[in-house]
Nanobody
Framework: QFQLVESGGALEQPGGSARLSCTSSGRPLAPYAVVWFRQAPGKRRVAVSCISDSSLTKKYVDSVVKGRFTISRDNAKNMVYLQMDSLNPEDTAVYYC?????????????????WGQGTQVTVSS
């Protein structure tokens, strides 16, 4: 059974940084594009960033990221990361990683096959 597991969520100070990780069990993530989403309290889930299988394509939702987040992956370690810098309280959300059906990003919420359970990031002083 293919599963995704996120980690790295925590209580962070405004202006701080956090690195979220996503890994899989059952099958490797390497052949697939991976998307990070987030859902803030009382709001709908929104896309944050996507990375293709080979890391050649990295997409960001500029209105969310504003140049502060970096997506990356290490296929040898079966990991996808979301480095988040200059955090502010508006970044407080549950962050989810999701595996796409294919290797390329395309539209963020198109052909999502598997979701992780989410990891909570809270930004507060």
């Amino acid at each position: 059974q293919f599963q995704l597991v996120e980690s790295g969520g925590a209580l962070e100070q405004p202006g701080g940084s956090a690195r979220l990780s996503c890994t899989s069990s059952g099958r490797p993530l390497a052949p697939y594009a991976v998307v990070w989403f987030r859902q803030a309290p009382g709001k709908r889930r929104v896309a944050v960033s996507c990375i293709s299988d080979s890391s050649l394509t990295k997409k960001y939702v500029d209105s969310v990221v504003k140049g502060r987040f970096t997506i990356s992956r290490d296929n040898a370690k079966n990991m996808v990361y979301l480095q988040m810098d200059s955090l502010n309280p508006e970044d407080t959300a549950v962050y989810y990683c999701a595996k796409k059906k294919y290797s390329m990003c395309g539209p963020y919420d198109f052909e999502i096959e598997t979701w992780g359970q989410g990891t909570q990031v809270t930004v507060s002083s």
